[in-house]
């Protein structure tokens, strides 16, 4: 469904994603984990065409399905942007307009792609809430932003995100901002939207407790590359690749027993 060849990123002169190669097929979860400034949101923003300037692909192809939109422009990123593929951040209080209510946004999502009367619109939009199994979706539709709870305001914009049933779904960091309960929520959401349409979801996080949760198979980016990749149970439990090896350390046990700080070398 999505496959990534030796995609190259740049702001300006300095590279910040090197060779990335990864692919996703229909239904699938990936999971990116890296530290921070390793290009994990850079690689994402890219696929979607949403990079900060002065970013650019430098190199490599984005197959969606066969077909390679890394060269398209950015009128044609906005017809597949929403449809094709959403994507959803880590403050998802930022990603909605606080001046509109939440059936508005719904509304503005779906009428950008498909010609859809108000009444079409709300009646898609309670569909998608109650995917997420809120609760008084049509009471919801009619609020503001600001008066949804964290937790709230991330499953709504994870059903807006879902209102015109894109293939792949994007998630920057989607639980970070949350606590425990809310994430795990939040998780849940994404699991089931994949059971129930297929979703393929390619989620940024640097929490290993959603990886081992979720995905299917995981990449670790360093730097700008992809420094392991494989299904999650390879690279949980047979790391090839030192700096895994120190981020699998890390994880907190069960048993109680304290986890290992991440090293602060720096690996080739
Ligand atoms: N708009 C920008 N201009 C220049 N450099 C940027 C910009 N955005 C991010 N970077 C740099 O790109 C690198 C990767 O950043 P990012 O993709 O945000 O990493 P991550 O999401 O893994 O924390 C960092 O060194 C960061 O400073
Ligand atoms: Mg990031």
């Given at each position: 469904m999505l496959e990534l060849q030796n995609i190259s990123i740049a702001y300006g002169e300095k590279e910040?994603?090197?060779?990335v190669s990864l692919r996703a097929e229909k239904g699938e979860i990936v999971g990116i984990v890296g530290e921070s400034g390793s290009g994990k949101s850079t690689l994402i923003r890219g696929i979607i065409g949403?990079?900060?300037?002065?970013?650019?692909?430098i190199e490599g192809k984005i197959l969606l399905n066969g077909r390679n939109i890394a060269p398209y422009p950015a009128e044609k990123m906005r017809e597949i942007r929403g449809k094709e593929i959403a994507m959803i951040f880590q403050h998802a209080d930022l990603s909605l307009?606080?001046?509109?209510?939440i059936g508005k946004s719904f509304y503005e999502s779906i009428s950008m792609h498909k010609k859809i009367s108000k009444q079409e619109a709300m009646a898609c939009a309670a569909e998608r809430l109650k995917l997420l199994s809120l609760k008084n979706p049509e009471k919801v539709l009619n609020?503001?932003?600001?008066?949804?709870s964290g937790g709230m305001c991330q499953r709504t914009a994870i059903a807006i995100a879902m209102a015109n049933d894109p293939e792949l779904l994007l998630a920057d960091e989607?639980?970070?901002?949350?606590d425990m309960t809310v994430q795990n929520q939040v998780i849940e959401n994404m699991m089931s939207i994949r059971e129930q349409r297929g979703t393929t979801i390619l989620i940024v996080t640097h929490n290993m407790g959603v990886v081992e949760k979720m995905a299917d198979k995981v990449g670790v980016m360093y730097r700008g590359r992809l420094v392991e990749w494989g299904s999650k149970d390879e690279v949980l439990?047979?790391?090839?690749?030192a700096y895994t090896q120190s981020l699998i350390r890390a994880i907190p046990k069960m048993d109680g027993t304290l986890p290992q700080a991440p090293e602060r070398c720096i690996y080739e």
């Open positions: 910040v994603v090197r060779n949403l990079l900060d300037y002065p970013g650019k692909i307009d606080p001046l509109w209510t609020l503001y932003p600001h008066q949804l989607p639980t970070s901002a949350l439990h047979d790391p090839k690749h």
